[in-house]
């Protein structure tokens, strides 16, 4: 049962503090996204992968989020330092890469950042 | 600015009748289109999509149709079942890869 993988599934932490975490999407997929759902926003599109190769992370705020795919089985999403503001869940997903590609979720990482 | 919208933010339906969500966007370079399923602490699960060129797509009890003039597209489901409670997505590309998703409508099945 292929399904994309995320951890932690909460992460409680204070003001400052870094935060990693971890998605493994789907083998064989070669497109990961990462989104980040909140209430004022609903669902948002922060970065995204080709083949392991960031096309587009201007959904992200650069200063204090990073995204990066060591290898094509793990993508992480780190923020240093975190802020009360970047409480949310945070959504991996994978597709195949092809034109009218479906995209699958993980089940997010709910975070508070206290 | 929002270029996908969900102007309802909840629908209660009874069970056996039919479910209509709907869906407006604004980028007329959106040319592919989807709607995902949300249960409480889970993620987005995919339901039906449907192709800029095409005005239905069909799918056991979910259809979804385009009006590409009216920019609008629309979620049937039927006959609605207890276990279709839950938040659904109208998500939308153009383009870029990545989806741009309205705020979801939270649908309830009443017995």
């Known amino acids: 049962d292929a399904r994309v993988t995320q951890t932690p599934r909460d992460k409680v932490t204070e003001m400052g503090q870094e935060v990693t975490m971890r998605c493994q999407p789907i083998l064989g997929h070669n497109t990961v996204f990462w989104y980040r759902q909140t209430m004022m926003q609903g669902l948002e599109l922060l970065a995204y992968f080709r083949n392991r190769a960031p096309l587009d992370d201007s959904g992200m705020p650069k200063d204090r989020f990073s995204a990066e795919m060591p290898d094509a089985t793990l993508a992480t999403l780190k923020i240093q330092p975190s802020e009360p503001r970047d409480s949310a869940v945070y959504f991996c997903?994978?597709?195949?890469?092809?034109?009218?590609?479906?995209?699958?979720f993980g089940p997010g990482t709910r975070l508070l950042v206290l | 600015d929002q270029q996908v919208k969900q102007n309802s933010p909840s629908l209660s339906v009874q069970e056996g009748r039919i479910s209509i969500l709907n869906c407006d966007y604004t980028n007329s370079m959106f040319d592919y289109f989807l709607w995902y399923k949300k249960y409480p602490a889970e993620g987005p699960t995919f339901l039906i999509s449907?192709?800029?060129?095409?005005d239905k797509n069909e799918d056991g009890r979910f259809t979804v149709f385009l009006n590409k003039s009216a920019k609008h597209l629309s979620l049937h489901i039927v006959p609605s079942q207890p276990g279709d409670s839950a938040v659904y997505f109208c998500a939308a590309r153009g383009g870029a890869d990545g989806l741009t998703f309205g705020k979801g409508t939270h649908l309830i099945i009443q017995p």
């Open positions: 997903a994978s597709g195949s890469g092809q034109a009218q590609e479906t995209q699958y």
């Open positions: 449907i192709s800029s060129i095409k």
